[in-house]
Each structure stands twice: as C-alpha cells, then as structure tokens.
C-alpha cells in the first residue's frame, strides 16, 4: 500500500484560470475527504465522498469549487475562475467506514497541493 | 457544532525537556479526538488517537494524551524533547460513531521548536 497521494504537488495559476487537483486514496478505502488548509491555521473540512455519492458539502465550497469521485476510486477538485483567496493547501484523506459497525477508521493523509494564485 | 482551541500557537523547549501540548474540545455528543503532526511541506501523520476505553492513549513517537472529559481536554505530553519533535501539531475532534460522517475538526495547531 502506498498510501495517500495527490496530483499535482504544486500549482501556479492566474487569477480568473481553472485548475483541476486530483487525489487517489488507498485503495480499500471507501471514503475520500478533501480539506483546505491555509496559512497558520488548521485545515477545514470541504467535503467527502462515501463510495461515489458525494455526501456533504461544507459552506466553505462555493459554485465554483465541484469535486466528483466517479468510480469510487480517485477523485478529482476543481476550483473555477481561481481567485486570490483560494489559495491554500489542498488536503485529501482516506479511511474505511464499516457500516456494520458504524465504525469508521483513522483517516490518512495525503501530501497536499499547494495552490497559489497570482 | 465541534470546536478545538489549542493554548499557545508557538512552544518552545530544550532538547531532553518535558513537551506539553495543550488542547481543549467542544463537542455535543462523544468525540473521538486525535493529535497529527505536520512536518513543513508535508500532509498530517496521526500521532495518537482517542476513541473509547483507556482515558491515556499512547502514540507513536514516544508521545502520549490524556482524555479527561471533566475539563474537555486532550493534551499531548512527550516525557523527551528531540530535535525530530520540530514541528507543527494539530488537535481534531470528530463525531463518535453513529453521529455523523466523522469529518475532522482541527484546531489552529502549535509550532514547536525545539532549542539544542
């Protein structure tokens, strides 16, 4: 197993372009979270995924932001007309959730995209 | 709503000191809480977590937190200071199981740096 990983590791765009991030969790795994994490501060919750159905979506996740995990498998964030503000590290995480136990367990990490907008 | 405050954005201690890490949580039904550490340019690595059972929960790394739900805390200690300890650190709640998707909330983390 090799773990969390996400693509690309870091991201220079222009204000106004789209940029698309993708993350392939560990593969048993059938839940995928994406965090944002800016500059001196923790990261926070944007949304997850159980299987393919996109379950919840955090406020922070405006129309612009849309995540889709089409196969269960990987998943793919793309934010649309970046602005400033978003930039930020892009955090996905993987677990496994046991429905018949309610049970989920820890979630790992990936090493995060770095997206700055100039 | 879940909530953590970590007491002290930057610690600083000598190599071979006690580390204290100090985290308090807010949450409506029983969390499960957890400490990762964020080394520069890097995603989180799970130290420790609590779920339920034993109040004192060992990690990796030589550290170590207690739950005490009578002051909703969740400190990380390390008896030891290494330089390897340099890093960011982290304090998350989620929901127990049953109550929701587990999502984590992190507090604003510590920088600790470790003085030779």
């Known amino acids: 197993d090799t773990g969390v990983s996400q693509d690309p590791r870091h991201k220079i765009t222009k204000r106004g372009q789209n940029v698309t991030f993708r993350c392939d969790p560990i593969?048993?795994?059938?839940?995928l979270y994406w965090y944002r994490q800016t500059l001196g501060q923790g990261p926070e919750f944007l949304t997850y995924?159980?299987?393919?159905?996109?379950?919840?979506k955090s406020r922070l996740l405006s129309d612009r932001f849309s995540a889709e995990r089409p196969k269960g498998s990987f998943s793919t964030l793309e934010i649309q007309r970046t602005e400033q503000g978003d930039s930020a590290m892009y955090l996905c995480?993987?677990?496994?959730?046991?429905?018949?136990?309610?049970?989920?367990?820890?979630?790992?990490f990936g090493p995060g995209t770095r997206l700055l907008v100039l | 709503a879940q909530s953590v405050t970590q007491l002290g954005s930057h610690v600083s201690v000598s190599e071979g000191a006690l580390v204290l890490l100090r985290c308090n949580y807010s949450s409506s039904v029983p969390p499960y809480l957890f400490w990762y550490v964020q080394y520069p340019n890097q995603g989180l690595q799970l130290l420790l977590k609590?779920?339920?059972?034993?109040?004192l929960v060992k990690g990796i790394n030589g550290f170590e937190a207690e739950f005490k739900k009578s002051e909703t805390s969740f400190h990380l200690t390390k008896p030891s200071a290494h330089m390897s300890d340099a890093a960011e650190y982290f304090c998350a709640v989620s929901d127990g199981p049953n109550f929701g998707n587990e999502k984590l909330t992190f507090g604003t983390g510590t920088r600790l740096t470790i003085i030779p």
């Open positions: 593969s048993e795994h059938n839940r």
């Open positions: 609590y779920t339920t059972g034993a109040t």
């Open positions: 995480a993987s677990s496994q959730f046991w429905w018949d136990r309610g049970y989920q367990e820890t979630q790992y």
């Open positions: 995924f159980q299987n393919e159905a996109q379950l919840e």
